[in-house]
């Protein structure tokens, strides 16, 4: 005989208060243990060793229950008072999990269920570049199924079995290669209608490390729903709560465990009431009590109406014995589909013996492994066959649990239609996500703070070493170097760190963008706006600083000159570092290219050749160098417009008029108002290519 040993935890949770108390229950019982799948002949009695058992467990029910208060010994950093007796503990009573409360939420707005129905579905991709390819790869096929609403469904499968793959197909992200029908309430499905009703939970918890989990909630609640902010505070409380997430709800996202963030990306999906979900890997990287706690949040999810699909790769017993249906793949095709219990007796009706006390879920894995053999046709043809029909014909409705009744027998509310606009109008979206990046890019250390550090210590450092210059005809030359240096600090202090925008965010931005929460040209445009005020605050700095220590013309025009040009070309570059970083596939490629791209910009700007210098066949290089009009721009605005001479310490000075300065560097023709427009088409030439780069990376993820 086996004997189990049990300590109970019990965390009461106050939904309508913050206080939180818990209670440590040691409960002392005698029970055998015995496992569920052991045939009768395995259940004989050791008679002396129960005798004693049971002995003991008398003398431990006369001690009764010792009750400890964790709010004062554990939770408080409290003494733990230590027991006269340590005896021991027998039997291991299940405790109701905490999180059950997730599946009633009174201020959820309502949805009608959703099935999902698939059959004959392949999926197909070329192999070798788009230059040679070398045929196609069936990665799914002829799969064909039903997931109910009030269930888990679990998609099982080894390493590259196409778990994630049908996953993706299944919640829209795939198009492109895929062939078959995908039915919504048996209505052919409408994508943009389907992703507005679903929400996909990928794998990696992509959330944005420097917002607090209430403020992420919010933001969710104010995009997804057209209510009050009363109503939109008391929802994010209520789910807050519901999910354990209330005692951290000040806490940034960047600090939160990886339990925490999972159900925090859980939460925020969970805004507008999805009736369908998907999740990746849900239990990825965690250990087995969050484990526990997210699967048992996705199963309350469920029994409160709602289809939960998620992959899994090779759960434990206990989490295995929570899914209510299953869908096991092997090389792209379906070996089992039906509810848990019956996956022993099916195998057994086909030979495959499940060993006892074996987790059933490592067996399946192992069998489709071909640990035992290569048996996949095998149970290819019994599933094509029709051997797992008679229990897929047994629907949602043949359920004897009474407290979940079938979808289809329920009335389903007809007047609630789903649309294919956003929750909220464009207006809205740009306000919510300019204030979140706003405030994103103010608590960025290293982005912000860094940044405005730097341009004024540089700025002062370049002051003492071009001090008092300006006016000097001797040292004009130290002057124009001193003009480019601040042209080319300003365009890489610009340039750099918006290289790194998208590839940082572009995760975020796909998950939030591909779950219908807005829309791209709404990202877009707040994610630009937001950065804007800091690339003029930090040249304003810059320039405030340099123009005076180094004694430049002392007139207002001039000096707003100057700092108008450098905010164009800080600008320009930062429209640049943007193209960039939406253009290159990882962050490793843009901080490569960022500084690649500057090389020939800064070659062909006119301080280092002059423009009749250069050979014919690359002078129309020097026209797509924005730094060029900023150098022209600034040069004509300290010695142009009719300056005075300059003032010569010795008896000859060559560059005492400023004319002289003008004709060497060769823009005594140049237009001023012209460097402003090309440095405004270059701006918006940029910026339009950025959008029409990251609306083409959308496309190709779908």
């Known amino acids: 005989m086996q004997y189990g040993l049990c300590i109970e935890v019990l965390c009461s949770t106050n939904a309508s208060t913050t206080h939180n108390s818990g209670l440590l229950v040691y409960n002392y019982s005698a029970a055998p243990h015995r496992p569920l799948d052991s045939p009768q002949t395995h259940q004989r009695e050791d008679t002396e060793s129960h005798s004693e058992v049971v002995v003991m467990a008398e003398k431990l029910c006369d001690m009764g229950c010792v009750n400890i208060a964790m709010e004062d010994s554990l939770c408080n950093g409290g003494t733990q008072t230590q027991p006269q007796e340590a005896p021991l503990l027998t039997h291991l009573k299940k405790v109701e999990n905490q999180i059950t409360e997730a599946q009633r939420f009174s201020h959820l707005p309502k949805r009608s269920a959703v099935d999902l129905e698939f059959s004959d579905l392949s999926y197909t991709i070329s192999e070798g570049p788009c230059w040679k390819k070398q045929g196609y790869k069936a990665l799914l096929k002829c799969l064909s199924g039903k997931f109910c609403s009030r269930e888990l469904i679990g998609i099982m499968g080894p390493s590259g079995a ?40 990928m794998q990696e918890d992509k959330l944005l490390p420097h917002l607090t989990a209430q403020e992420a909630m919010m933001v969710s609640a104010n995009l997804k729903l057209n209510e009050s902010i009363e109503v939109k505070k008391e929802l994010v409380k209520e789910i807050l709560t519901a999910l354990g997430l209330h005692a951290c709800a000040h806490t940034r996202t960047l600090s939160l465990s990886g ?12 805004v507008n009431n999805p009736p369908v979900m998907f999740f990746d890997e849900p239990t990825s990287g ?7 706690q997210v699967v048992s ?4 999810l469920a029994q409160g109406g709602r289809t939960i699909i998620c992959t899994i790769h090779q ?15 092997s090389q792209g095709q379906c070996i089992y589909k039906g509810t848990v219990p019956y996956l022993i007796p099916y195998l057994r009706n086909l030979g495959l013996h499940c060993p006892t006390y074996h987790n059933p879920a490592d067996f399946i894995i192992e069998v489709a492994s ?22 897929e014909k047994k629907n949602c409705c043949g359920k004897k649990d009474s407290s979940s009744p079938c979808p289809a027998n329920c009335p389903q ?3 609630i239609v789903e649309s294919h606009t956003f929750a909220t109008s464009s207006l809205t979206q740009f306000y919510i996500l300019f204030k979140r990046t706003l405030i994103t890019i103010c608590r960025d250390q290293v982005l912000t703070h860094l940044r405005l550090m730097s341009h004024i210590s540089i700025g002062v450092l370049i002051g003492l070493l071009y001090l008092n210059i300006g006016n000097d005809a001797s040292k004009v030359f130290n002057n124009t170097g001193f003009l480019f240096f601040s042209m080319l600090f300003l365009m890489f202090g610009a340039l750099m760190p918006t290289v790194l925008t998208f590839p940082l965010e572009m995760a975020v931005f796909l998950r939030e963008h591909l779950n219908y929460w807005y829309s791209l040209k709404a990202y877009y445009l707040a994610k630009t706006m937001a950065d804007i005020p800091f690339q003029v605050i930090c040249p304003l700095m810059y320039c405030s600083i340099v123009y005076w220590m180094t004694e430049q013309p002392p007139e207002a025009s001039r000096y707003l000159l100057f700092l108008a040009l450098s905010i164009c070309t800080a600008l320009v570059a930062q429209s640049l570092g943007l193209l960039v970083g939406a253009a290159s596939t990882s962050l490793q490629v843009a901080t490569f ?4 791209t500057a090389i020939p910009v800064l070659l062909f700007s006119g301080f280092f050749v002059n423009f009749d210098t250069i050979p014919k066949y690359l002078q129309w290089s020097s026209y797509v160098s924005y730094v060029r009009y900023g150098f022209e721009g600034v040069i004509l605005s300290i010695y142009g417009m009719n300056r005075t001479e300059l003032e010569c310490p010795g008896k000859v000075c060559k560059f005492q008029k400023p004319e002289e300065v003008l004709q060497l560097l060769d823009v005594e023709d140049a237009k001023l108002y012209m460097d402003f427009i090309i440095l405004a088409i270059f701006f918006l030439v940029f910026r339009l290519a950025t959008y029409l780069v990251l609306r083409y990376k959308v496309k190709i993820e779908r």
């Open 162 to 201: 196409g778990k994630s793959t049908l996953m993706n197909i299944l919640a829209g992200y795939r198009e492109t290669g895929m062939t078959g029908q995908i039915l919504v309430n048996g209505r052919l499905r409408d994508l943009r209608t389907f992703r507005k009703m679903s929400c996909y939970i």
């Open 259 to 270: 339990g925490q963030c999972k159900r925090l990306a859980i939460a925020l999906e969970l």
């Open 286 to 292: 965690l250990d087995s009590a969050s484990s526990f």
């Open 297 to 300: 949040l996705m199963k309350s």
């Open 315 to 329: 759960p434990s017993a206990k989490l295995f014995e929570m899914f209510d249906k299953l869908y096991i793949l």
């Open 370 to 391: 071909g640990e035992y053999g290569d048996l996949n046709p095998v149970l290819f043809e019994a599933v094509q066959g029709g051997m797992c029909v008679l229990e």
């Open 413 to 415: 509310d007809s007047a």
């Open 593 to 596: 290219v960022g500084p690649v």
